[in-house]
């Protein structure tokens, strides 16, 4: 018969940094091997303080779940471990998983990428050929001592992993002080499409003792892109109207002359004359632009 297995919220081997006087609350979860079996107690080891719920039941998805409790204390600062098994109702025993509180210790966070902040690149429109992604935590950060810790590019269009690397052994992942850059190889992102990045917990690991966790990034607006689409980029279209002309015709001027042949006793005999002007023009061409944007 197949042994019970702890599958837990956590890898086993976790590290947790947990401040003094904060209140913890941890869930261990346990599957039997077989259908026809139950889990009906954990044998653990714990911290002073620490206490632990009754065992629970998910028919559904057949586990068994138990709740820890904890409040640490200044005299616990330091690493506290704790580590448990699963025994079933046919008194087989599943392998120890353990997990470490550090406490007085901070986990490193992953900061949330803003475009002003630069906390993480890149964001918005890029190329189809990007290839270099960077984010930063909010202390120095290792690369995990767990295999199994992944990062994931995933597409939004069908929320499907298209690319993920193991940090804990990937080359194409590197640890500089608070920063982490990925470089992806051998991908080229589909136009138009948008994808967002997720991490396991553990994505990075603090430096004191044994390397503080960071949470699990599930959240699918935390880090988004968008890839450039060469046939919806801008465009200029141009109108020409067609030549119009304008006559004007001006207000008749008169003239008057001098009518030397029918003067008499001295009198002048003027004749006007009235001259009208015309004037022609023709509009200029007009040419309109319309520009249309991608995003």
């Known amino acids: 018969s197949v042994r019970p297995v702890i599958i837990g919220l956590r890898p086993n081997r976790a590290c947790i940094g947990q401040p003094i006087n904060s209140t ?18 954990f044998t653990t080891s714990s911290p002073t303080g620490l206490t632990m719920s009754a065992i629970t039941h998910d028919s559904t998805a057949n586990t068994y779940t138990m709740i820890l ?12 471990g704790f580590c448990a098994a699963a025994i079933d109702t046919l008194n087989q025993q599943s392998d120890q998983w353990c997990i470490t509180f550090v406490v007085g210790v901070d986990s490193p966070d992953l900061n949330r990428p803003v475009i002003v ?45 298209v690319i993920q690397y193991d940090a804990g052994w990937s080359p194409n992942i590197l640890y500089s002080g608070n920063t982490i850059t990925i470089l992806v190889t051998n991908y080229i992102w589909t136009y138009g499409h948008t994808y967002y990045i997720t991490m396991d917990e553990g994505f990075s690991s603090g430096t004191e003792f044994c390397g503080p966790e960071s949470i699990k990034i599930t959240d699918p607006f935390f880090w988004r892109f ?27 001027v008169s003239t008057s002359t001098v ?17 009208a002007t015309t004037t022609t023009t023709t509009a200029s061409t007009v040419t309109t632009s319309e520009k249309k944007k991608i995003f």
């Open 24 to 41: 913890v609350s941890e869930s261990v979860v346990a599957q039997p091997g077989c259908i026809t079996a139950g889990i009906i107690r």
């Open 69 to 80: 409790s904890w409040v640490p204390t200044a005299q616990q600062t330091g690493p506290q």
């Open 259 to 275: 009518n030397t042949l029918l003067t008499t006793t001295g009198i002048q005999v003027t004749t006007t004359i009235m001259i």
């Open 117 to 161: 902040q630069g906390s993480a690149s890149p964001l918005g429109t890029v190329f189809a050929n990007q290839s270099l992604f960077s984010i930063q935590a909010s202390k120095t950060v290792n690369r995990p001592s767990l295999n199994g810790t992944n990062i994931y590019f995933n597409d939004a269009a069908t929320n499907s992993t």
């Open 226 to 252: 968008n890839i450039w689409d060469p046939g919806l980029s801008s465009t200029t279209s141009t109108t020409t109207a067609a030549p119009t002309t304008h006559t004007v015709t001006s207000r008749p």
